[in-house]
């Protein structure tokens, strides 16, 4: 594949009022979401789940791609139809999230470093033979008085300039993901020094693997105060930090940037993303592409009661890519 067929994947990635929806949570986290709403952890209930997301009416207006976990992108609809099949009817990308999560980094505490590089070209082989376009690395760094250690920021960034150079030999388009974690009581301060060291060390690593930008797409959280921070920022005060940030770090050859919600709520992830676009236009365009902010309030109703919630359920999350996707536009009026 070609570097301009990589490209108009990662520009139909961020269309114009269109993000990603992040449904490739790990056996391990979906388990944590089931089990805060009550429901079972079986293979049934999430692919159930799986396809009530996918398939909401009117989702695709606002949804350009969806990643999906190793188990989803096997999947079909309950009337046997491969889910990857019925994405590509709905015009939504499929996407596979490809690392094997972190573990931690040996000789510093507090620190660690995601694995999954070993086989890694065979397994992006399948998923493409599988129909999925885009993958997704996600890269971990912790806050606190001794983390991230600048040899943390590095192994992560060296891993993710590795997965993406895999990804474009490949035909993939790397969705290449470091999330500063918000757990934490430091400032809003230290949310953007430790976001600039992590995508200075990104992009200079990106180059050394002779990763083309024009066929990647950067996925990263905002600079934001801790969870425990005495003091929380204002809107507007996020916004500004995020892009400076992101506009003294990240090349305007980049085609897109979406966001991660973190564990923001709802209502926070998507005034962030407005306020941002508010203030532009921006070098790329910034979009979403959320997970637990797109998800939660359809999966709280979907447990209430499975069957008569579905199609509310589905009406709650193409409400959410709807907002969103305003948001993107920097044209969401709600909040106010
Ligand atoms: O720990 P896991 O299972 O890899 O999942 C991490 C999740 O974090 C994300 O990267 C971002 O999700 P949130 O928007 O909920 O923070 C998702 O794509 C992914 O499902």
Redesign the pocket.
């Known amino acids: 594949m070609s570097i301009e067929d990589l490209e108009s994947i990662a520009l139909a990635m961020v269309a114009p009022g269109k993000g990603i929806i992040?449904i490739?949570?790990?056996t391990?986290?979906i388990a944590k979401r089931f089990e805060s709403v009550g429901i079972e952890n079986t293979e049934e209930n999430r692919r159930a789940y799986r396809e009530l997301l996918l398939t909401a009416p009117g989702l695709n207006e606002h949804i350009s791609g969806a990643?999906l976990y190793d188990e989803t992108i096997r999947q079909s609809t309950r009337d046997g139809v491969p889910f990857t099949q019925v994405m590509k009817k709905l015009g939504i990308i499929p996407g596979i999230?490809v690392d094997k999560?972190p573990v931690p980094l040996a000789g510093f505490p507090g620190d660690v470093v995601t694995e999954g590089l070993d086989g890694l070209r065979e397994r992006l082989a399948e998923y493409a033979k599988l129909g999925a376009q885009f993958a997704?690395w996600?890269a971990v760094i912790n806050i606190s008085e001794d983390n991230p250690s600048s040899t943390a920021i590095e192994a992560n960034c060296h891993a993710l300039a590795r997965y993406a150079a895999l990804c474009q030999e490949a035909g993939l388009v790397p969705m290449v993901?470091p999330?500063v974690i918000m757990d934490g009581d430091h400032s809003i301060d230290v949310s953007y020094e430790v976001h600039e060291a992590v995508l200075r060390s990104l992009f200079n690593a990106l180059y050394e693997q002779n990763v083309m930008l024009e066929g990647a797409i950067l996925?990263v959280s905002m600079v934001i105060p801790g969870k425990d921070a005495e003091e929380q920022a204002e809107v507007e005060e996020v916004a500004e930090a995020t892009v400076r940030v992101l506009k003294s770090t990240v090349p305007a050859s980049l085609p897109g940037i979406v966001f991660?919600?973190?564990?923001q709520t709802d209502e926070q992830s998507t005034a962030h993303l407005n306020a941002m676009n508010r203030i532009g236009p921006h070098p790329w365009p910034l979009s979403f592409?959320?997970?637990?902010?797109m998800q939660q309030a359809a999966l709280k109703l979907w447990a209430k009661d499975m069957k008569a919630n579905y199609a509310e359920a589905q009406k709650t999350v193409a409400a959410r890519a709807k907002e969103n996707g305003q948001a993107a536009l920097g044209r969401w009026t709600g909040g106010k």
């Open positions: 992040a490739d949570e790990s391990k986290t990643i999230k999560g997704k996600r993901e999330e996925k991660l919600s973190g564990g592409s959320y997970g637990r902010a």
